[in-house]
C-alpha cells in the first residue's frame, strides 16, 4: 500500500504541487482502499491502460535492474543474497536514468497517439 508520508511529500517536492500520479490499471491499483487514498488526499491520476509498457517508464528500470544484478552471468546461492544485489542496486539507479526516462515521456506519448495506441520502439 502507498505510503502517505512519502507520497504526500515526495510528489510535490519532485514535480511541483500540479503532479499527477502515474499506476496502470492492474487490480492491485483498482483496490477500493487504493482508490479512496487517492480521492481523500486529493491526487490526480493520470488515466493509463493496463498493460501498457510503453507508457510506464518503471519496466525500462526493471529491465536495467535484471542486468545489472544479472551481469556477467551471476548467480545467487541464497535469497537473501538476491535480495540484497536487488536492494542495492534499486538504491544505485543512476539519476540520469531517472532524467532520461522522465524526459521521454511527451515523445512516448506522441509516439502512443500516433500509432492509435499500438506498440511503440519504447
Not at 493520470?46 to 498493460?51: E, T, V, Y
Request: glycine letters at 4%.
Amino acid at each position: 500500500m502507498l505510503q502517505r508520508a512519502s507520497l504526500m511529500t515526495e510528489g510535490p517536492r519532485l514535480c511541483g504541487y500540479s503532479w499527477v500520479f502515474q499506476q496502470d490499471n492492474a487490480a492491485v491499483h483498482n483496490a477500493h482502499l487504493t482508490k479512496d487514498f487517492f480521492r481523500k488526499n486529493n491526487i490526480t491520476l493520470l488515466d493509463h491502460p493496463a498493460c501498457s509498457p510503453d507508457l510506464n517508464p518503471i519496466e525500462n528500470i526493471w529491465g536495467w535492474m535484471a542486468r545489472e544484478v544479472y551481469k556477467n552471468g551471476h548467480q545467487f546461492q541464497t535469497v537473501d543474497a538476491l535480495r540484497e544485489a536487488i536492494f542495492t542496486t534499486w538504491s544505485n539507479v543512476p539519476t540520469s536514468l531517472l532524467e532520461t526516462l522522465a524526459s521521454s515521456m511527451p515523445k512516448r506519448i506522441f509516439e502512443v497517439i500516433n500509432k492509435n495506441g499500438g506498440a511503440t520502439h519504447y
